[in-house]
Antibody, heavy 123, light 107 residues
């Protein structure tokens, strides 16, 4: 059973960089076949896909966040990470990591999720 | 971006009721749609992908249908553990987007 666990600071100051890591257990990121994703949910709101990464390092980002987002992978640690720069209060959200499984090229849904971590942007 | 709308946004139902939630896409997405269930304080849980394929372990009272721009999620007999918020997600094109959610509450 694949499990994902987010970790990182719960409080980030405005204009700084939000950094989160997702540790995957029960399966190897390097085995391929899946993309590894970040998704966020503003308090009381819907879900927003941030982007994802393949074990090779190939990434796709949501254009709405692309200028501020970097997703990276560390296969030796079976982890992938999110960096979101120049944060504002609007970036306050629960951040989830998730495994993306494809049914066709470029067509992915999310079958395993972490529990989520609340990140608050405040001075 | 492909916009998804869901109706209703809220519904009140009783245990044993048949419940149907609709998801509409702003453009055709073939059968590239997934449904998730989210309970308060928890991560979303995948129910259905490819519009109608039940994820392993999900009870058979959940079913999905549709293609193109209109999709439905049906719960054939609502159970106490089904009270939650349901989201659709399009996987047809980047960026992947989610619907605004339908909250199913106890009548």
């Amino acid at each position: 059973q694949v499990q994902l666990q987010e970790s990182g600071p719960g409080l980030v100051k405005p204009s700084q960089t939000l950094s989160l890591t997702c540790t995957v257990s029960g399966g190897s990121i390097s085995s391929g076949g899946y993309y590894w994703s970040w998704i966020r949910q503003h308090p009381g709101k819907g879900l927003e896909w941030i982007g994802y990464i393949y074990y090779s390092g190939s990434t796709y980002y949501n254009p709405s966040l692309k200028s501020r987002v970097t997703i990276s992978v560390d296969t030796s640690k079976n982890q992938f990470s999110l960096k979101l720069s120049s944060v504002t209060a609007a970036d306050t959200a629960v951040y989830y990591c998730a495994r993306a499984r494809g049914i066709a090229k470029g067509r992915y849904y999310f079958d395993y999720w972490g529990q989520g971590t609340l990140v608050t942007v405040s001075s | 971006d492909i916009q998804l709308t869901q109706s209703p946004s809220f519904l009140s139902a009783s245990v044993g009721d048949r419940v149907t939630i609709t998801c509409r896409a702003s453009q055709g997405i073939s059968s590239y749609l997934a449904w998730y269930q989210q309970k308060p304080g928890k991560a979303p849980k995948l129910l259905i992908y490819a519009a109608s394929t039940l994820q392993s372990g999900v009870p058979s009272r959940f079913s999905g249908s549709g293609s193109g721009t209109e999709f439905t999620l049906t719960i054939s007999s609502l159970q106490p553990e089904d009270f939650a918020t349901y989201y659709c997600q399009q996987l047809n094109s980047y960026p992947f987007t989610f619907g605004p959610g339908t909250k199913v509450d106890i009548k």
